[in-house]
């Protein structure tokens, strides 16, 4: 135990040397879910929740990971369901990575429907929140039909996005206009014009196994 | 008769009819530039003669002297190296000596104990058989017999059959003989139990002897050897007959197959550094994990090499040359101590890791059990579905359960085993690094020759493209020159008198000639000596 303090912290003082050099980088990621809560999505959300598990599993220790849902006014402290950052060794990780299963199952199990879908204002949170984290690699897993419903009191159609640096993915869009199909396709393509636009860049993933790798191999 | 005169004069209209040469039209105009031309090449002889020295026979005297540094260095480094060889052969032949010395002093030790009680038994053998064999020299049957007639005789006289008579003789030498041979017979025994004794005894010692002239013929060879080295001037020869690039090729082969057994121990320990110092950072590009298992590694690796140069096989660091035998003891075991300390850390890195791979596997399994069937990842080919279902699942639990204790075991075994052998990969470094500052040595002096052959060939050229470009200036300016010399000539024979005894003694285009101006030329020494600075200055 003593000796493994030591080497600890003759290793602590070896890489506080070596970020000094800028030798050392960090390798760690930051990982956003959103979560659509709206009246079209929220019968959806155990297989978003599901999807976001497998996503974290596949997650390396040290990586952070946080969640919010989109509601009617989703720029809103009051949406983050949580917020965590897993730790470096890979055990403690594991015991982590299965809190958090648990915490998206519990969500999952007793989400309430919203009136209203504020998808921008729910994109500006997570920008928000990323900026924040030291962590160079970002992302914004999104879980949405991607259409938008703004609420008067919450316009959020109209501000401005800041996603430079920040990877978009959309997944588990569900096909919510079933006899119109140019339309969703036009949605996605308008919604990966705007986040290109704010700086970020966009992807749709249509299978489970894609979301972890795309996350762990961009 | 106007045409004919035109190209008769050259003049510029025929001329511009017929072309131009650079602008200048054939014909006068075109004779005129060159003989001008001519004239000013004769006039500026003087300064572009320097021009041209400068360029080629400075050039080429930089190049000579370069050859001549490099061609002097390349010469002493090839001595130098093959100094260094013979004295590293010098150095191995009286290690060798030593060791045979050494192994003859305790052979020497054991051949008194060896041969004493051989020696003590064959002077046994040697005396039995002599009282043998004096008993057996003793015995005179002539006389036996002639006595067993005699003693026969009476009974001749008393019984006149001839029958009884030749029984009674057969019968009285018979027993005579038989009187004389009792005694004898132990001597035989003797001889006959001695004999087969005495000749192992005999081989023995042979055996013995010869084993001893081997190792002295062996002594003799390795001095004569050393001797050699040590007198003879040719020290090439001497380098050439020690053996460079065969035990550096076998080093070579060895210490790659240790390091595939440290890319194995990597990877071993790579995965549970982890757990120590955690993951998330890289350093210089290479993840934490990484970097620490390759740290471990080299650790292990300097632990081994200090065990064997402790232990005397290597003689990597100079310090342990002067160190007591004492201290060396004591670096050898905590060397030893601490290659085990790297044995039992690799070992239980190696449960972690299984321990680690286990958790994983099973986080995975949570996130996809808890999924949808219509989510969950399509199984993959080498993973047939139905596969699960034929096998029970505690059978299959229990079978994977052993599988893996029987990995995890022959992880442990694999990570006790490596440091080890890390340890003895310290063993062929030596020829590596010795014999490859030899080979370095020898390519760098071949190197140095052949840059310098290159230079001297360049300054051959550069002097003679030079003396060619001026052999030619000359040749275009020659009827200048010859008016010139003429001209003087005549002004010296009326300053002289017609006594002059060199038309070219004060012509500056003969090349080898001195300058009276010119210095007296150096003694040999001093030029020498002026050689330095002017090497320096090339």
Same mark, same amino acid.
């Given at each position: 135990?003593?000796?493994?303090?030591?080497?600890?912290?003759?290793?602590?003082?070896?890489?506080?040397?070596?970020?000094?050099?800028?030798?050392?980088?960090?390798?760690?990621?930051?990982?956003?879910?959103?979560?659509?809560?709206?009246?079209?999505?929220?019968?959806?959300?155990?297989?978003? !929740? /599901?999807?976001?598990? *497998?996503?974290? @599993?596949?997650? =390396?220790?040290? $990586?952070?990971?946080?969640?919010?849902?989109?509601? +009617?006014?989703?720029?809103?402290?009051?949406?983050?369901?949580?917020?965590?950052?897993?730790?470096?060794?890979?055990?403690?990780?594991?015991?982590?990575?299965?809190?958090?299963?648990?915490?998206?199952?519990?969500?999952?199990?007793?989400?309430?429907? !919203? /009136?209203?879908?504020? *998808?921008?204002? @729910?994109?500006? =949170?997570?920008? $928000?929140?990323?900026?924040?984290?030291?962590?160079? +690699?970002?992302?914004?897993?999104?879980?949405?039909?991607?259409?938008?419903?703004?609420?008067?009191?919450?316009?959020?159609?109209?501000?401005?996005?800041?996603?430079?640096?920040?990877?978009?993915?959309?997944?588990?869009?569900?096909?919510?206009?079933?006899?119109?199909?140019?339309?969703?396709?036009?949605?996605?393509?308008?919604?990966?014009?705007?986040?290109?636009?704010?700086?970020?860049?966009?992807?749709?993933?249509?299978?489970?196994?894609?979301?972890?790798?795309?996350?762990?191999?961009? | 008769?106007?045409?004919?005169?035109?190209?008769?004069?050259?003049?510029?209209?025929?001329?511009?009819?017929?072309?131009?040469?650079?602008?200048?039209?054939?014909?006068?105009?075109?004779?005129?530039?060159?003989?001008?031309?001519?004239?000013?090449?004769?006039?500026?002889?003087?300064?572009?003669?320097?021009?041209?020295?400068?360029?080629?026979?400075?050039?080429?005297?930089?190049?000579?002297?370069?050859?001549?540094?490099?061609?002097?260095?390349?010469?002493?480094?090839?001595?130098?190296?093959?100094?260094?060889?013979?004295?590293?052969?010098?150095?191995?032949?009286?290690?060798?000596?030593?060791?045979?010395?050494?192994?003859?002093?305790?052979?020497?030790?054991?051949?008194?104990?060896?041969?004493?009680?051989?020696?003590?038994?064959?002077?046994?053998?040697?005396?039995?058989?002599?009282?043998?064999?004096?008993?057996?020299?003793?015995?005179?049957?002539?006389?036996?017999?002639?006595?067993?007639?005699?003693?026969?005789?009476?009974?001749?006289?008393?019984?006149?059959?001839?029958?009884?008579?030749?029984?009674?003789?057969?019968?009285?030498?018979?027993?005579?003989?038989?009187?004389?041979?009792?005694?004898?017979?132990?001597?035989?025994?003797?001889?006959?139990?001695?004999?087969?004794?005495?000749?192992?005894?005999?081989?023995?010692?042979?055996?013995?002897?010869?084993?001893?002239?081997?190792?002295?013929?062996?002594?003799?060879?390795?001095?004569?050897?050393?001797?050699?080295?040590?007198?003879?001037?040719?020290?090439?020869?001497?380098?050439?007959?020690?053996?460079?690039?065969?035990?550096?090729?076998?080093?070579?082969?060895?210490?790659?197959?240790?390091?595939?057994?440290?890319?194995?121990?990597?990877?071993?320990?790579?995965?549970?550094?982890?757990?120590?110092?955690?993951?998330?950072?890289?350093?210089?590009?290479?993840?934490?994990?990484?970097?620490?298992?390759?740290?471990?590694?080299?650790?292990?690796?300097?632990?081994?090499?200090?065990?064997?140069?402790?232990?005397?096989?290597?003689?990597?660091?100079?310090?342990?040359?002067?160190?007591?035998?004492?201290?060396?003891?004591?670096?050898?075991?905590?060397?030893?101590?601490?290659?085990?300390?790297?044995?039992?850390?690799?070992?239980?890195?190696?449960?972690?890791?299984?321990?680690?791979?286990?958790?994983?596997?099973?986080?995975?399994?949570?996130?996809?059990?808890?999924?949808?069937?219509?989510?969950?990842?399509?199984?993959?080919?080498?993973?047939?579905?139905?596969?699960?279902?034929?096998?029970?699942?505690?059978?299959?639990?229990?079978?994977?359960?052993?599988?893996?204790?029987?990995?995890?075991?022959?992880?442990?075994?694999?990570?006790?085993?490596?440091?080890?052998?890390?340890?003895?990969?310290?063993?062929?470094?030596?020829?590596?690094?010795?014999?490859?500052?030899?080979?370095?040595?020898?390519?760098?002096?071949?190197?140095?020759?052949?840059?310098?052959?290159?230079?001297?060939?360049?300054?051959?050229?550069?002097?003679?493209?030079?003396?060619?470009?001026?052999?030619?200036?000359?040749?275009?300016?020659?009827?200048?020159?010859?008016?010139?010399?003429?001209?003087?000539?005549?002004?010296?024979?009326?300053?002289?008198?017609?006594?002059?005894?060199?038309?070219?003694?004060?012509?500056?285009?003969?090349?080898?000639?001195?300058?009276?101006?010119?210095?007296?030329?150096?003694?040999?020494?001093?030029?020498?000596?002026?050689?330095?600075?002017?090497?320096?200055?090339?």
């Amino acid at each position: 135990m003593i000796g493994r303090s030591f080497l600890n912290a003759g290793l602590a003082l070896a890489i506080a040397a070596l970020v000094g050099c800028g030798l050392v980088t960090s390798t760690n990621r930051s990982v956003f879910f959103i979560f659509d809560v709206s009246g079209t999505y929220v019968k959806s959300v155990p297989d978003a !929740a /599901k999807l976001a598990n *497998i996503t974290i @599993a596949e997650l =390396q220790p040290g $990586d952070w990971i946080g969640a919010s849902q989109i509601s +009617a006014c989703s720029f809103s402290e009051k949406e983050i369901i949580l917020q965590r950052q897993l730790p470096t060794t890979p055990s403690l990780a594991a015991s982590a990575k299965r809190e958090l299963f648990e915490a998206f199952n519990t969500y999952a199990g007793g989400v309430k429907s !919203a /009136k209203f879908t504020d *998808i921008r204002g @729910a994109l500006a =949170q997570a920008s $928000d929140e990323l900026k924040r984290r030291p962590e160079a +690699a970002r992302f914004i897993v999104l879980f949405s039909d991607m259409v938008a419903d703004y609420s008067k009191s919450c316009d959020t159609a109209n501000i401005k996005l800041d996603l430079a640096g920040i990877h978009v993915i959309a997944a588990n869009v569900i096909k919510s206009t079933p006899g119109d199909p140019e339309k969703y396709f036009a949605v996605l393509k308008e919604w990966e014009a705007q986040v290109v636009a704010a700086g970020g860049t966009w992807s749709l993933v249509s299978s489970p196994d894609q979301l972890p790798k795309l996350v762990n191999e961009l | 008769m106007e045409q004919s005169l035109d190209q008769a004069t050259g003049s510029p209209a025929s001329a511009a009819d017929s072309g131009s040469f650079f602008g200048i039209p054939y014909g006068w105009p075109l004779v005129l530039a060159i003989v001008g031309l001519i004239l000013i090449m004769w006039m500026a002889r003087e300064p572009l003669r320097r021009v041209v020295w400068q360029i080629f026979f400075i050039t080429g005297r930089v190049f000579g002297r370069w050859g001549l540094w490099l061609t002097e260095h390349g010469r002493n480094a090839r001595t130098n190296c093959n100094e260094k060889i013979a004295a590293h052969r010098a150095d191995e032949l009286q290690d060798r000596m030593l060791m045979l010395e050494d192994r003859m002093g305790r052979r020497a030790e054991k051949l008194a104990k060896e041969t004493g009680p051989v020696i003590a038994r064959l002077d046994k053998s040697t005396h039995q058989l002599a009282t043998a064999a004096g008993e057996l020299t003793d015995i005179n049957l002539e006389d036996a017999a002639e006595r067993a007639f005699r003693a026969a005789l009476p009974s001749m006289e008393s019984g006149r059959g001839l029958n009884k008579l030749e029984k009674n003789i057969a019968q009285s030498t018979a027993r005579a003989m038989n009187e004389r041979l009792v005694p004898v017979r132990p001597a035989l025994q003797i001889i006959k139990a001695e004999s087969p004794r005495v000749r192992e005894l005999a081989e023995k010692l042979t055996k013995t002897s010869n084993e001893f002239n081997q190792h002295v013929d062996e002594v003799n060879k390795t001095f004569e050897e050393f001797e050699m080295i040590m007198r003879s001037d040719d020290r090439s020869k001497i380098a050439a007959r020690a053996s460079i690039v065969i035990p550096w090729l076998i080093a070579i082969i060895i210490t790659a197959i240790a390091l595939s057994g440290v890319f194995l121990n990597f990877f071993l320990i790579e995965r549970p550094m982890a757990e120590i110092v955690g993951e998330g950072a890289r350093i210089g590009g290479i993840g934490l994990p990484t970097f620490a298992a390759i740290i471990v590694i080299f650790l292990e690796f300097v632990a081994g090499v200090v065990l064997m140069d402790a232990a005397g096989f290597t003689r990597l660091i100079p310090a342990f040359h002067s160190m007591s035998d004492g201290s060396r003891k004591i670096m050898f075991w905590v060397a030893f101590a601490f290659l085990a300390l790297f044995s039992v850390l690799e070992m239980t890195l190696s449960i972690v890791r299984e321990q680690i791979i286990e958790q994983q596997q099973e986080t995975r399994d949570l996130a996809a059990q808890l999924i949808t069937p219509s989510l969950a990842p399509a199984p993959t080919a080498d993973a047939p579905a139905d596969a699960v279902t034929e096998t029970p699942p505690a059978e299959a639990a229990v079978a994977a359960e052993k599988g893996l204790a029987l990995s995890t075991v022959a992880q442990l075994i694999l990570a006790g085993i490596i440091p080890w052998l890390l340890a003895a990969a310290a063993l062929p470094l030596e020829t590596i690094v010795r014999n490859t500052v030899f080979m370095l040595s020898i390519v760098g002096s071949f190197l140095m020759l052949m840059l310098a052959f290159i230079c001297k060939t360049l300054a051959v050229a550069f002097k003679n493209v030079g003396l060619f470009a001026l052999t030619i200036y000359d040749a275009i300016i020659f009827a200048p020159l010859w008016v010139e010399r003429r001209v003087k000539g005549t002004a010296r024979n009326r300053r002289s008198g017609g006594g002059g005894d060199s038309e070219d003694a004060d012509d500056v285009m003969v090349l080898d000639r001195k300058s009276p101006t010119a210095p007296p030329k150096e003694p040999k020494q001093n030029r020498e000596k002026n050689r330095e600075p002017e090497l320096q200055k090339a």
